[in-house]
């Protein structure tokens, strides 16, 4: 009986944690996530982790907070926050911070909770027009939208979860397996799913075209990437990324839905937005 009410609560508690962090936009990202994890604690690590990344450029020096490409970010990420709240009402309260590391990475990312971390070498290496930096930005904002990193680490949550009603099942010796799956903590660090970069892809390209930048510059970011890494071991940025043909191809569909509203939004620079 004890089995079975372990079933049922574990049961209970997936079936419970469906839910959808965003709203669908015209790009229509709708899929139902799974998440058990805190939301407020993911965010918490996610702030104590960005707040080391930080402390450590400072000491080797290669922290920048200020010039023409940290203010040039700055401008791109003012504009590009406010359009969040087309995804979601609680970003206006999230603590959006942007930084920016001089180092020759190809690379960018936003951490839960609306932490913006960039690269020099992506900027210089591919030599971003504004317009491909916004596509860049609004991908990794969009993955903090979706909670991409809360749902790993839900995942990873459901797996002990499941470990422990085997643990349970087979007695003293299930021990090991629960042991086991603790060293398995590699579901909490695994990188984004392609599904994952395909909605950021959708939701950036959005976010972006509101903000008033044009969505071409999501295709022309990539073409360059391909070209910059031919021949070439991939960098972090596009270790599961999809291929660069596929992302072209849906990007290039879902240009009629934000066409209209890059249209008609306010095209930069602007000073009435949200500051960081």
Excluded at 49 to 75: D, F
Excluded at 185 to 193: D, E, G, K, Q, R
Excluded at 194 to 210: C, H, K, P, T
Aim: glycine content about 6%; charged content about 20%; proline content about 5%.
């Amino acid at each position: 009986m004890s089995i079975r009410i372990y079933w049922v609560l574990a049961l209970v508690a997936l079936l419970s944690a469906c839910a959808n962090t965003t709203r669908p936009g015209v790009v229509g990202v709708n899929r139902s996530q799974f998440m058990m994890a805190s939301s407020e604690e993911v965010n918490r690590l996610s702030a104590a982790s960005y707040s080391e990344q930080n402390q450590k450029a400072k000491e080797k020096n290669i922290l920048v907070s200020s010039g023409p490409t940290y203010n040039r970010l700055k401008l791109i990420a003012n504009r590009l926050i406010p359009q969040t709240e087309a995804f979601r009402d609680d970003t206006r309260q999230w603590d959006w911070q942007l930084t920016l590391i001089d180092a020759p990475i190809l690379n960018a990312t936003c951490a839960p909770g609306g932490k913006i971390t960039f690269y020099t070498g992506i900027i210089e290496q591919l030599n971003l027009n504004d317009d491909e930096i916004a596509a860049i930005m609004g991908h990794e904002i969009a993955h903090a939208l979706r909670e991409h990193g809360r749902e790993r680490v839900s995942q990873a949550v459901a797996q002990n979860v499941l470990v422990n009603i085997a643990s349970a099942l087979a007695g003293p010796y299930g021990s090991a397996v629960s042991a086991a799956n603790q060293v398995a903590h590699y579901a909490i660090v695994l990188p984004n799913s392609r599904e994952d970069e395909s909605e950021a892809d959708a939701i950036g390209l959005e976010l972006a075209a509101r903000a008033g930048y044009n969505p071409m510059g999501a295709i022309s970011v990539w073409q360059k990437m391909l070209r910059a890494t031919k021949d070439k071991s991939s960098p972090e940025f596009l270790s599961t990324h999809p291929s660069g043909e596929t992302r072209i191809e849906q990007l290039t569909a879902l240009m009629p839905a934000v066409e209209p509203i890059y249209k008609a939004a306010p095209k930069p620079p602007s000073s009435n937005q949200k500051k960081i």
